[in-house]
């Protein structure tokens, strides 16, 4: 049998959107989060993170202080007993070098389906901008948008 996931944006939906985000200090875990995201591992989600990071492309910040917020964001969760089966991110912007793993394309998404033996139909992507939703939906997976920086209870009962 296949698993089901729930893909996850990270900027606005994890954490409060500030744009940029890259020290720690600015890094707010959302409320509410640690609840929902235990509702959708009891349900038998995997959970996955897609973000975009064109700071990185920019130079507003390095890859290795993305690193330290995803360190700090998988400790958090790892003591609530939520476990992120990956953290995708993409570091280009179009405006710098073309790629193909920029929401609203798929690569991230199709590359999660694949590794982890996924059931797209059976799986979300909740994002607080439409090109999440896009790139969850070129894939086959049902999308799910939301407001930046809301709880995300208030589409629990989206998610089957």
């Keep these: 049998m296949k698993n ?3 893909f996850l944006d990270r900027d606005g939906v994890i954490n409060v959107e500030r744009g940029y985000t890259n020290r720690l200090e ?3 875990i959302l409320p509410d989060l640690i609840e929902v ?3 959708f591992q009891q349900k038998g989600y995997l959970l996955i993170i897609i973000s975009n990071q064109s700071g990185i492309a920019k130079e507003l910040y390095t890859q290795a202080e993305v ?3 995803h360190h700090y964001l ?3 969760l790892s003591k609530n007993n939520i476990t992120i089966s990956e953290i995708y991110y993409c570091v280009h912007h179009s ?3 073309r790629c193909i793993c920029r929401k609203p ?4 998404v199709e590359k999660a389906l694949a590794r982890f033996d ?3 139909t059976k799986s979300y992507f909740i994002g607080d901008k439409e090109r999440d939703v896009e790139a969850g939906e070129k894939a086959g997976v049902k999308g799910i948008l939301i407001e930046a920086n809301i709880s995300l209870k208030t589409i629990l009962n989206q998610i089957k």
């Design 105 to 108: 394309d798929s690569l991230f």
């Design 67 to 69: 690193e330290v917020l």
């Design 4 to 6: 089901k996931a729930i």
């Design 37 to 39: 995201l235990q509702l």
């Design 95 to 97: 405006d710098i070098s």
């Design 74 to 76: 998988l400790g958090e």
């Design 118 to 120: 996924i059931d797209a």
């Design 26 to 28: 600015d890094f707010v």
